[in-house]
């Protein structure tokens, strides 16, 4: 009796875990499921006819590496313990589709090209044990998948994902590893923002001084240290061989790599390399970035020729069709002072400065058309005028942008920021960007690129795709911060992309996500975001609201960052002193949720009068008042970057009986254009100062052991930002 019970249950647990494999992303849109399941051993072999073998030779580097078998190639399609790539053009199954069928005789794949092919491979790696990415077996995995069937293909062809190497940079093995995750996610896009005015990333071999000075930044560069690079020479470039290498990893993966060059605004490394390329008025207004002198001179004719010169050894080294030519944010103060610039106006008769831009895209567009390419650019470069009907838009400013971009007939990609920039916060408390909001996991998968714009059948296939954006200002610290902020973001965007909205569901998708995918992403190694815990103080408990009913949380109570070694939350505790409270999801104990303390029960700060003396120059929309009105969400920003000598007293009109001061700088809850070198001093007379530490991360927290008077910070070498922000002092009683 014992061992039928013992039997039923084992084949119970088989039967829910294989119902538990069939999680798929992005969703497929038709499976049937079976009965039984399918096991690999080492009589299973594999049988292709592609005559490439690039597909069959991909599926054993996974399959050997985890499960140890050998998975032999065989000439003649074998009876059983199969696996079978059926790739024939003859097939009517769409380019990117693929049919996999899973019997307990074997794995038949069918597709009509290599690409549909691939991502067969990706949904039957899912229907394994995630061990199979990683390769490091336990010994306990049951080697097996469900027996099911899947039709499927993309509702888009364009499913993207952009990262930006120009602001942080990262070396060609981050970014080989980068496009292994995309692929495994189905992403077929890789576009690759290789320049910027932080820096020049990639070899252009006639114009050498790109890379020998606009790939670097720091002290005696013609590049500004910026975005916490510091006061050490920070930068580089990839080479055109290392590009070659990046580009055909990519196609191996079936993935496009369309390089970006942005131009003409974004251009402080070129214009700073060479100067000539730049305008001859005054630099005036400084750029939304702050950056002056950043734009090319749209009157001077050989910048044309050294941009055709540009280009012309860019196209060798990309493949794809498309290049992307940037056009956005140009700071026109430039242009306007400019008397080139303001010559081609008068000749052309133009009446501002989105004329001027339209036909500076106009030249890039007969450039790259020249060169066999199709030009892209951001949606700035539907203003000013009509563009070639091949050129594309990347609507980034809204979904409106985009239908404004298709009713023009434009082809356009949407990837609307406030979806899919990945630089944005995921919670109000997490590092980011908030300019496009809080671009939260449910956001991202919320968005339908086509939606219910009022589009007409020719119009809404204008909509190629959606692609997400990875901007890196805030991207050099903490390791591995690019993976964090980019899944499991980059997995909602890729359903979006992928599978047809009428079987998309939110909480369908998250349970996949947290109960299956987090484990594979782990395998991949991918350092993702685990989502944090909710914590609330009620009737003298802190009581925690898991993020998923199967997360582990653990806390401390004083104060400290939680670890694999705190306790785990399993109930409501009662305590008097809430807010020493912290709390952590963690996942494997390896990867950790952002810290959060209990939301109803905060640091009551005290707020003395408080008056400021101070040598920085103040910005008036962003005043010196900001900084004694204990509102911790306003601040003071300078007019200008600041310099060695600088400094800044909160001075009290009595003084303070604090146990703790923070003093932190920087935008509240980004992190950003805080004091790179510096540090505080306070006084407990007003006169004398004692040191109380150098910034870290912007940074200084002192106990001082008496009333304060004063609190100063002083500044040793000019910030990496073109401004300084201040906030409010954190001083606790």
């Given at each position: 009796?014992k ?6 249950c084992?084949?119970?647990?088989v039967t ?11 969703k497929?849109?038709?499976i049937?499921k ?31 590496n ?22 024939a ?58 027996v ?13 994902m ?8 990262f070396?060609?093995?981050?970014v080989k ?12 896009k ?25 790939a670097?930044?720091?002290p005696?560069?013609?590049l500004?240290?910026?975005f ?32 970006e ?10 214009t700073?390399s060479?100067?000539n ?38 196209v060798?080294?990309f493949?794809?069709?498309n ?26 008769g ?5 004329e ?7 030249r ?18 539907l ?23 298709v ?18 916060k995921q ?8 300019w ?11 968005l ?17 795709g959606v ?9 050099g ?5 690019i ?17 047809q ?14 109960r ?57 505790i ?18 950790k949720?952002v ?5 109803n029960a905060?640091?009551?700060y ?5 008056r ?15 900084l ?40 509240p ?12 001093e ?10 109380a ?15 304060v ?6 500044i040793?070498?000019?910030n ?8 409010d ?5």
């Amino acid at each position: 009796m014992k061992t039928k019970l013992f039997a039923l249950c084992t084949a119970f647990a088989v039967t829910v875990s294989l119902a538990a494999q069939i999680s798929i992303i992005p969703k497929p849109n038709k499976i049937e499921k079976g009965e039984g399941s399918f096991i690999f051993n080492k009589q299973t072999v594999i049988y292709t006819t592609e005559k490439s073998q690039q597909n069959a030779t991909y599926l054993r580097g996974y399959l050997k590496n985890a499960t140890g078998f050998n998975f032999e190639s065989v000439k003649v399609s074998p009876a059983s313990n199969f696996i079978v790539l059926d790739i024939a053009s003859s097939y009517n199954i769409p380019a990117e589709g693929y049919s996999l069928e899973i019997s307990t005789q074997g794995i038949t794949i069918k597709s009509s090209t290599g690409t549909g092919a691939f991502y067969a491979i990706q949904s039957l790696l899912q229907l394994m044990p995630p061990t199979v990415y990683s390769g490091k077996a336990t010994g306990f995995e049951k080697w097996s998948v469900p027996v099911v069937k899947i039709e499927d293909s993309p509702r888009f062809d364009y499913r993207g994902m952009m990262l930006d190497v120009s602001r942080t940079f990262f070396d060609a093995e981050t970014v080989k590893r980068y496009i292994d995750w995309m692929s495994h996610h189905k992403i077929n896009k890789f576009h690759w923002h290789l320049t910027d005015d932080n820096g020049w990333r990639v070899e252009i071999k006639k114009y050498p001084e790109l890379t020998r000075k606009g790939a670097w930044r720091g002290p005696g560069e013609v590049l500004k240290a910026s975005f916490g690079s510091g006061n050490q020479r920070y930068g580089g470039f990839y080479t055109q061989e290392q590009i070659k290498e990046i580009v055909a990893y990519a196609a191996e993966r079936h993935i496009e790599v369309i390089p970006e060059i942005d131009l003409p605004g974004h251009s402080k490394a070129v214009t700073a390399s060479y100067p000539n390329v730049g305008c001859d008025g005054e630099i005036g207004e400084l750029s939304v970035q702050g950056e002056g002198q950043n734009a090319w001179c749209v009157g001077k004719e050989p910048n044309y020729k050294m941009l055709e010169d540009i280009i012309k050894e860019m196209v060798k080294l990309f493949p794809s069709k498309n290049f992307h030519i940037g056009g956005d944010e140009v700071n026109y103060a430039q242009w306007g002072t400019c008397p080139h610039c303001i010559a081609l106006m008068e000749k052309e008769g133009m009446k501002n400065h989105e004329e001027l831009l339209n036909y500076f895209v106009r030249r890039m567009e007969s450039i790259v058309e020249k060169h066999g390419k199709h030009m892209s650019g951001w949606d700035e470069i539907l203003d000013g005028g009509n563009l070639n009907p091949n050129s594309r838009v990347y609507a980034w400013r809204s979904v409106a942008k985009g239908i404004e971009s298709v009713t023009k007939g434009q082809p356009t990609i949407m990837m609307p920021g406030e979806y899919c920039y990945f630089d944005m916060k995921q919670s109000p408390i997490e590092r980011g960007h908030n300019w496009a909001g809080i671009v939260t996991l449910e956001k991202s998968y919320s968005l339908d690129p086509i939606g219910t714009a009022n589009l007409t059948d020719d119009q809404a296939h204008l909509i190629l795709g959606v692609q997400g954006a990875l901007w890196t200002e805030l991207l050099g610290w903490p390791a591995r911060f690019i993976d964090y902020q980019t899944y499991p973001r980059l997995a909602a965007i890729a359903e979006v992309g992928w599978t047809q909205p009428q079987y998309k569901e939110w909480n369908n998708f998250y349970k996949r996500m947290t109960r299956h995918h987090f484990e594979r992403m782990y395998q991949m190694g991918i350092f993702f975001r685990v989502p944090p815990p909710v914590a609330k103080y009620e009737n003298g408990a802190v009581k925690a609201e898991l993020p998923y009913s199967w997360a582990v949380v653990r806390y401390t109570t004083d104060e400290s960052e939680p670890t694999s070694f705190s306790p785990v939350y399993k109930g409501e505790i009662f305590t008097d002193k809430p807010h020493k409270f912290r709390f952590a999801t963690f996942f494997k104990d390896e990867l950790k949720s952002v810290t959060i303390s209990p939301e109803n029960a905060p640091y009551i700060y005290l707020k003395p009068e408080t008056r400021i003396e101070t040598s920085i120059l103040e910005n008036n929309r962003f005043p010196i008042k900001n900084l004694t009105d204990y509102k911790y969400d306003t601040y003071f920003r300078s007019a200008s970057r600041v310099k060695a000598g600088d400094y800044l007293i909160y001075q009290f009109s009595e003084a303070v009986n604090a146990s703790r001061i923070t003093v932190e700088t920087g935008i509240p809850n980004i992190s950003f254009y805080g004091v790179t070198d510096g540090y505080v001093e306070f006084s407990y007379d007003g006169k004398n100062y004692i040191k109380a530490g150098y910034f870290e991360r912007g940074v200084v927290v002192f106990l001082p052991e008496k009333p304060v008077l004063a609190v100063k910070i002083v500044i040793t070498a000019p910030n990496d930002g073109h401004i300084l922000s201040l906030q409010d002092l954190r001083i606790e009683l």
